[in-house]
C-alpha cells in the first residue's frame, strides 16, 4: 500500500522543466530550435515527452538556433524561441540575441544554467549569461524558484511582443529544471509581476493628425520615410491607401523593404548609403519627412546635420526613446504607426491633397537620369545580373528570401523587388555574416509549402555552413543562391575605394596567391576555393556551380524547381562595386555612381 501511494505522489508531480515546456505550449509555440548540453538536459527531456505538441529543430550551432528562431519571428506574428545549455552554449547565442535587439525582433532564448548552488564558484561551464546579455536584450530573467517558471514565460511572451518588439533571456538553473511540484498546483495563466514595464500605448491625439495633415496640405515636396516599424506593426495596407490617396513618393530603410511595394510608381525603392540615386535627392529636397516607425540609422542619413536640412520632420514611433535621439521632429507622435496612418486615413480630405505635380516631374527625370546599372560583362556573372534573373523567375511565386550581410545583401536589396512585407529577411542593424542560412531555416520551418530562397556570399556562407546539415536531417528545402567572388566583397569595395586597393586579409583563398595583396589580374580568380559543390554532396544537398551567363538562367530554374535544399554557386567578378554609395558621414553631394 505505501508502495502504491508513493507511485501515486510521484505520477502527480511536475518537474520544472516541464512546466517551462507546458508554458510554451500553452502560449501557442509550435517550434523551438534547441542545442542540448549538461544544463539543459532535463529541458530536452520535457520537450521529447511533448514532442507531438511542440517541434524541436536541432541546428548545428547555437547561433544557427538563434537565427533560425528569427526567421520565424520576422514572417509570422509567433515568437521565435531558440535554446542551448549553459556556458559557451549560451554565449553562442549572444549575437542572435544582440542581432534581435538592434532590430527590434521578438524572440525568447532559454539557456539552462549551473545549479544555484555552485553559481559564482567558475563552476564547468558556468557563465553570468544574465550579465553579459543585460545591454542586448529587452529584459532578461532568471528563475530561481520553481513557482515562478510558469509568470517567467508568460512575462517574457508579453515583453517580447509588446511596444517596441525585441529578445528576452530566461536563464533556468538545473536544480529548478529538476524540482517538482505538485501537479494540481500547476497555474499556466498565473498573474504577472511587471512593475517597472509600462509600454506606452497611447492613441495619437486628434490634434496631432490635423497638424501633420496641414502639414502635408501646404508641402510642395513631401516624401514617406518608411522603415521596419511599418512592418512590425503590419501597417502595408494603410501605408499604401495613404500613399495612393496623397500621391505622396514612398523610400524605404533595408528593414522597411516590402512595407510598400517595390513595384509601385510612387516607390523610390531604398534609400541611404546604398540606396537609389532618385530617393537620396529627393530625400535632400524634401520641404516635409513623414518617418513613419524609422530610427533615423546612420547608414541612412549620413551626415547627420545635412539630412532634410531644410524640411519640416514628422516622427512617428511606438518607441519614446527613439524621439528626438538622432534626429529633431518638428510635430513628433508616440504611438503605433499602423493606428496613426489609419487616423490620417480617415481624416484626410481631397482638399488636403497637396499640389506635388512639378515634384513628381523632377523625380522621373532622376529616376531616368540616374536609374540603378551595373557593367556587362562577355561571359562572366556580375551578381547584380544574378539577382535580378533570380527575381524575373520566382517573382510571381512570391518567396521569402533571406540574405546574409555583404555585397550581395545590398544587391539583392536593390534589385530583387519585394511587394509585400515580411518576405525580405536581413540582419539590418547588426549587420551579422552567417544570418542568412540559419534564417531561411526556420522560414521553412513555419512555411514548409513556400519558396524560401537564401541568397548569400562565400564569406558569410562560411559562418554557418553546418547548418546544411539541418536542411538535410529536418527536410527544410531551402534554396541558395551563394554568389562567389573569393572575397570579403564589401571590405574589398571600402579598400579600393579609400585604401589604394590595398588587400589586408580580405581574399578567402590561399595566401601564396596574388590576390591576398590585390596583385591578381582580371575580375575572377584563377582558383575558386573551397569547393562548395562537394562540401554541399558531403551533406548530401544537391548542387551545381556556373559561371557562364548562357548557362546562369536555366541553372536556377533548376534550383527551383529542385525537390528539397539545394545549393547554386554563382561564380562571380570580384571587381564589383556596390553602387550607389554615399561614403560614410558625407551626403548626397558627394554620391559616388560610377
Known amino acids: 500500500m505505501a508502495i502504491a501511494e508513493e507511485k501515486s505522489t510521484k505520477q502527480a508531480q511536475i518537474l520544472g522543466a516541464e512546466i517551462l515546456v507546458e508554458a510554451l505550449i500553452h502560449h501557442q509555440s509550435k517550434f523551438i530550435f534547441a542545442y542540448p548540453g549538461g544544463a539543459s538536459m532535463p529541458l530536452h527531456q ?323 537620369k540616374f536609374p540603378l546599372t551595373y557593367k556587362c560583362y562577355d561571359t562572366e556573372i556580375p551578381q547584380q545580373l544574378a539577382i535580378e534573373t533570380l527575381y524575373k523567375l520566382t517573382k510571381d511565386l512570391n518567396p521569402f528570401v533571406s540574405v546574409g550581410v555583404g555585397q550581395h545583401q545590398m544587391w539583392t536589396a536593390q534589385y530583387f523587388k519585394f511587394d509585400k512585407p515580411r518576405r525580405f529577411l536581413s540582419s539590418s542593424g547588426l549587420g551579422t555574416m552567417g544570418f542568412g542560412l540559419p534564417s531561411a531555416m526556420g522560414v521553412a520551418t513555419v512555411h514548409p509549402d513556400a519558396l524560401v530562397i537564401n541568397i548569400e556570399g562565400d564569406g558569410s556562407f562560411q559562418m554557418n555552413i553546418q547548418e546544411l546539415g539541418t536542411l538535410v536531417c529536418e527536410g527544410l528545402p531551402v534554396k541558395t543562391m551563394l554568389l562567389n567572388n573569393q572575397h570579403l566583397g564589401m571590405v574589398v569595395q571600402w579598400e579600393d575605394r579609400f585604401m589604394e586597393g590595398r588587400r589586408a586579409h580580405t581574399y578567402l583563398g590561399p595566401v601564396d596567391k596574388p590576390e591576398a595583396l590585390g596583385d591578381g589580374e582580371g575580375d575572377t580568380c584563377e582558383l575558386i576555393y573551397p569547393d562548395f559543390p562537394t562540401i554541399a554532396k558531403g551533406y548530401g544537398i544537391a548542387s551545381n556551380r556556373v559561371q557562364h551567363k548562357d548557362e546562369l538562367e536555366e541553372a536556377i530554374k533548376t534550383m527551383i524547381n529542385h525537390d528539397g535544399p539545394y545549393v547554386l554557386e554563382v561564380i562571380c567578378p570580384y571587381a564589383e562595386h556596390v553602387l550607389p554609395m554615399i561614403p560614410g558621414g558625407k551626403t548626397v553631394r558627394e554620391i559616388i555612381v560610377e
Open 46 to 368: 520535457a520537450l521529447r515527452k511533448n514532442r507531438e505538441r511542440i517541434r524541436t529543430i536541432l541546428p548545428r550551432h547555437e547561433q544557427g538556433g538563434g537565427f533560425a528562431a528569427q526567421g520565424i519571428s520576422r514572417t509570422t506574428n509567433m515568437v521565435g524561441l531558440c535554446m542551448a545549455t549553459s556556458g559557451p552554449g549560451a554565449t553562442n547565442l549572444v549575437t542572435p540575441i544582440a542581432d534581435a535587439k538592434l532590430d527590434s525582433v521578438p524572440m525568447i532564448a532559454i539557456t539552462g544554467q549551473v545549479t544555484q548552488a555552485v553559481i559564482g564558484s567558475d563552476a564547468f561551464q558556468e557563465t553570468p549569461i544574465v550579465e553579459v546579455c543585460r545591454a542586448i536584450t529587452k529584459h532578461h530573467f532568471m528563475i530561481t524558484d520553481i513557482k515562478d517558471v510558469a509568470r517567467v514565460v508568460k512575462e517574457a511572451f508579453h515583453v517580447a511582443t509588446t511596444g517596441r518588439p525585441g529578445p528576452v533571456l530566461i536563464d533556468f538553473p538545473k536544480d529548478i529544471q529538476l524540482d517538482s511540484i505538485p501537479l494540481e498546483e500547476l497555474d499556466l495563466d498565473p498573474p504577472m509581476d511587471l512593475p517597472g514595464y509600462h509600454p506606452e500605448l497611447r492613441d495619437v491625439a486628434p490634434e496631432q493628425i490635423k497638424q501633420i495633415i496641414a502639414a502635408i496640405k501646404r508641402a510642395k515636396k513631401p516624401i514617406l520615410y518608411v522603415g521596419g516599424g511599418c512592418v512590425l506593426s503590419g501597417a502595408a495596407d494603410e501605408l499604401l491607401e495613404f500613399a495612393e490617396k496623397t500621391k505622396i513618393p514612398v523610400t524605404t530603410t533595408v528593414m522597411g523593404i516590402g512595407a510598400f511595394p517595390g513595384t509601385h510608381e510612387l516607390s523610390l525603392h531604398m534609400l541611404g548609403m546604398h540606396g537609389t540615386v532618385y530617393a537620396n535627392l529627393a530625400i535632400d529636397e524634401a520641404d516635409l519627412l513623414l518617418a513613419f516607425g524609422v530610427r533615423f540609422d546612420d547608414r541612412v542619413t549620413g551626415k547627420l546635420d545635412e539630412f532634410v536640412k531644410h524640411g519640416k520632420i514628422v516622427h512617428v514611433d511606438i518607441d519614446p526613446s527613439e524621439i528626438h535621439k538622432n534626429k529633431e521632429a518638428h510635430i513628433p507622435v508616440v504611438a503605433d504607426v499602423k493606428h496613426v496612418i489609419e487616423e490620417l486615413n480617415k481624416a484626410i480630405t481631397v482638399d488636403d491633397i497637396p499640389e506635388i505635380e512639378a515634384w513628381h516631374q523632377t523625380i522621373a527625370q532622376w529616376k531616368e
